[in-house]
């Protein structure tokens, strides 16, 4: 059974960081593409960011509005893949989730709440 | 960016009834590798979304043949016949031809 959960949502104040983690299970990770989308009642769903395997030494796209702020990464060992979050703003408050490269299989998505 | 203009925003619909939500994109979502990645997706309240079909009219595993997509190019539909209680909620359509990748904002499936 293919399973993705996502940790290390929360409350946090504009400018700061905060790291999110998808842990994968029940599926090929180490070739597969990985992707972090959100949902917000104001944006609707938005996809933020893709990372592909290490044939593509790694190959990461990005949306606009989170390039230069956020960054995808992953862990094959740990089935694993992370979002960096920087600079936060108060428009990135939203549900998070993980989302594999078939866009079939997403994890139950984490709250990010950006406010002072 | 490309542009996923669903319509209509809300539906209404009896049990046991059939319905269809359209899909258009603002360039064609055909990729070069012949594939045309158009997602359609429900969202009941307080879950993830869950994968109908996928590339146009490939239904996912465990999908009720209830639900069918069809289309091509920038023109797409999913249909519902026979609809039941568990198909309520939003539906949405998703491009995953071009970056960055995007969504329709959504058509929700209520009851009449």
């Known amino acids: 059974e293919v399973q993705l959960m996502e940790t290390g949502g929360g409350l946090v104040q504009p400018g700061k960081s905060l790291k999110l983690t998808c842990a994968t299970s029940g599926f090929t990770f180490s070739t597969a593409w990985m992707n972090w989308v959100r949902q917000s009642p104001e944006k609707g769903l938005e996809w933020i960011a893709r990372?592909?395997?290490?044939?593509?030494?790694?190959?990461?796209e990005y949306a606009e509005s989170v390039k230069g702020r956020f960054t995808i990464s992953r862990d094959d060992s740990k089935s694993s893949i992370y979002l960096q979050m920087n600079s936060l703003k108060e428009e990135d408050t939203a549900t998070y989730y993980c989302m594999d490269g078939g866009y079939a299989y997403w994890g139950q998505g984490v709250m990010v709440t950006v406010s002072s | 960016d490309v542009v996923m203009t669903q319509t209509p925003v809300s539906l209404s619909v009896s049990l046991g009834g059939q319905t269809s939500i359209s899909c258009r994109s603002s360039q064609s979502l055909v990729h070069s590798d012949g594939n045309t990645y158009l997602y359609w997706y429900l969202q009941k309240p307080g879950q993830s979304p869950q994968l109908l079909i996928y590339k146009v009219s490939n239904r996912f595993s465990g999908v009720p043949d209830r639900f069918s997509g069809s289309g091509s190019g920038t023109d797409f539909t999913l249909k519902i016949s026979r609809v039941e209680p568990e198909d309520l909620g939003v539906y949405y359509c998703y491009q995953g031809t071009h970056y960055p990748y995007t969504f329709g904002a959504g058509t929700k499936l209520e009851l009449k």
């Open positions: 990372i592909k395997p290490k044939s593509t030494n790694y190959a990461t």
